[in-house]
């Protein structure tokens, strides 16, 4: 998802024999679905595990923000440009909203912002997709924001509590984006065969990328056991996938688009679809930096990070200057 | 000196009259700037009609382990919600 292949700070999971009294109770607190807040006592691994996941999760929203106002400019009307900015200015809060909830654990924005700059965090893999034209706007909308609702639905019962509130904040933002999504699919839909055949070409190159987000399959996923235990993850990437994938189809359908991949179908005994895996070696590639656009989204955030230095150097030197006038 | 900006912790008054909520938090360089940056960001669909901030090291909190002998004591106190007093229904609404 946001935060793909998320490292649990400790490998295996402890049982309740291995615990301290401490941590037993802290487990017991999990258990019982009481939200740990800031000051409360928790073992190391937990927080480490929640500034890796929260990070990263707050660093997707901020690098999602690339591919999509790549587009502002271009925006097909004067209201698709106003929504369009709408939704990446809210991507923008959802960062500050998360680096927030990482900053209540003790690690500071900035120097999480730096970790990501220096190549030692992670961004979501689906940003290094590129958006070439006006229906990747509309699919991004549609299967990005869809798929992290998804996740971020079931994260709003995470058990670290300023998590959990950011997460609540950020669903009831992010159903505009995917509305808006499938709004402007919508219409190249059901235009002309030029803007129809864009659609489904947006559809098809972002499909698998979008399954990608959840993470590797659960058997694979190794430290996930931990995190689960601690709440930190609430749905196995498995079973997010699968709801994903449940909720997407009947919307491909009205679009009267042809499905992206030929293994979707339904499954009666399951209840569920059935659908074909991404390419999981393209996957860990584009996570150790080998996609199409890698090297520009870091190279971006870099430049726009330096070139605002002056900016926010200038702005405290004023802010201290006038406090230091005030005390005199 | 780090130049990393103070963190702010932004209170909101929704439309009908409650008191001042606390909605999150941001950096900025001082109290103007705070309160410009908390209204692009927490402000964005009618969330609100005033706007407080405060830089977070003034908040002065309870500790965690207080929890117990701060709150614990009203629990047992049921006397102190209406509901404890059976009144006849003879007299009416109170």
């Given at each position: 998802?946001y935060?793909q292949l998320?490292?649990t700070?400790?490998?295996?999971i402890k049982?309740r024999d291995e615990?301290?009294?401490?941590e037993?109770?802290?487990q017991?607190?999990?258990d019982?679905?009481i939200?740990?807040e800031?000051?409360?006592w ?9 500034i ?5 999760h707050a660093?997707?929203e ?6 999509e106002?790549?587009?502002?400019t ?12 709408a939704?990446?200015?809210d991507?923008a809060g959802h ?5 927030a909830?990482a900053?209540?654990?003790?690690e500071?924005?900035d ?5 990501l700059h ?5 961004y ?5 997709y590129?958006t070439?034209?006006?229906a990747?706007i509309?699919?991004v909308?549609?299967l990005v924001?869809?798929?992290?609702i998804?996740?971020q639905?079931?994260l709003?019962?995470?058990s670290y509590g300023p998590?959990s509130?950011?997460?609540v904040?950020?669903c ?5 984006h ?8 919508m219409k190249?839909?059901?235009?002309t065969e030029a803007?129809k055949?864009?659609a489904?070409?947006a559809l098809?190159?972002l ?5 990608m987000?959840f ?6 996923s ?7 235990a601690w ?14 994938v449940?909720?997407?189809?009947p919307?491909i359908e ?8 030929p293994?979707?179908k339904?499954n009666?005994t399951r209840?569920?679809?059935?659908f ?8 860990i590639?584009?996570i ?6 890698n090297v520009d989204?870091?190279?971006d ?8 230095t002056?900016?926010r150097?200038?702005?405290?030197a004023h802010?201290?200057?006038r406090a230091?006038?005030?005390?005199e | 000196?780090k130049?990393e ?7 909101i008054?929704g439309?009908h009259?409650?008191?001042?909520r606390?909605?999150g938090?941001l950096?900025?360089?001082?109290a103007e700037?705070?309160i410009?940056?908390?209204r692009d960001v927490?402000?964005r669909?009618?969330?609100g009609?005033s706007i407080?901030v ?15 002998p701060l709150?614990e004591?009203s629990?047992?106190?049921v006397y102190r919600h209406p509901?404890?007093f ?6 009416g609404?109170?």
């Amino acid at each position: 998802m946001y935060a793909q292949l998320i490292k649990t700070a400790r490998s295996g999971i402890k049982s309740r024999d291995e615990m301290s009294k401490q941590e037993r109770a802290f487990q017991d607190k999990i258990d019982a679905d009481i939200k740990i807040e800031p000051r409360d006592w928790m073992p190391d691994d937990y927080r480490a595990t929640l500034i890796r996941q929260i990070g990263q999760h707050a660093h997707s929203e901020v690098v999602g923000q690339l591919p999509e106002g790549n587009w502002i400019t271009r925006a097909p009307t004067l209201e698709r440009k106003a929504i369009l900015l709408a939704k990446v200015q809210d991507e923008a809060g959802h960062g500050l909203y998360l680096y927030a909830a990482a900053e209540t654990l003790g690690e500071s924005r900035d120097e999480l912002v730096r970790l990501l700059h220096e190549g030692r965090m992670k961004y979501s893999s689906i940003f290094n997709y590129p958006t070439l034209n006006w229906a990747d706007i509309g699919a991004v909308g549609w299967l990005v924001d869809g798929a992290a609702i998804v996740n971020q639905v079931a994260l709003q019962r995470t058990s670290y509590g300023p998590y959990s509130r950011a997460m609540v904040r950020i669903c009831k933002e992010e159903s505009f984006h995917a509305r808006q999504g499938y709004h402007a699919i919508m219409k190249m839909a059901f235009g002309t065969e030029a803007q129809k055949a864009m659609a489904q070409d947006a559809l098809n190159r972002l499909w698998f990328p979008a399954m990608m987000m959840f993470g590797p399959h659960d058997s694979e996923s190794t430290h996930s056991e931990q995190s689960m235990a601690w709440k930190i993850k609430v749905k196995s990437n498995d079973e997010l996938r699968q709801q994903f994938v449940d909720q997407t189809i009947p919307q491909i359908e009205y679009l009267g688009l042809d499905l992206p991949d030929p293994g979707i179908k339904w499954n009666e005994t399951r209840g569920h679809y059935d659908f074909s895996d991404p390419d999981w070696d393209e996957f860990i590639d584009v996570i150790r930096g080998n996609g199409p656009c890698n090297v520009d989204r870091m190279k971006d955030r870099v430049n726009a990070w330096e070139d605002g230095t002056w900016v926010r150097d200038g702005l405290l030197a004023h802010a201290r200057k006038r406090a230091r006038a005030a005390a005199e | 000196m780090k130049n990393e900006w103070p963190l702010w912790e932004v209170f909101i008054r929704g439309q009908h009259g409650l008191s001042h909520r606390h909605v999150g938090s941001l950096h900025a360089p001082d109290a103007e700037m705070a309160i410009k940056n908390a209204r692009d960001v927490y402000t964005r669909r009618n969330e609100g009609v005033s706007i407080w901030v405060v830089e977070a090291r003034h908040i002065s909190a309870t500790a965690p382990g207080d929890k117990g002998p701060l709150f614990e004591p009203s629990e047992s106190k049921v006397y102190r919600h209406p509901t404890f007093f059976d009144i006849p229904e003879d007299v009416g609404h109170m």
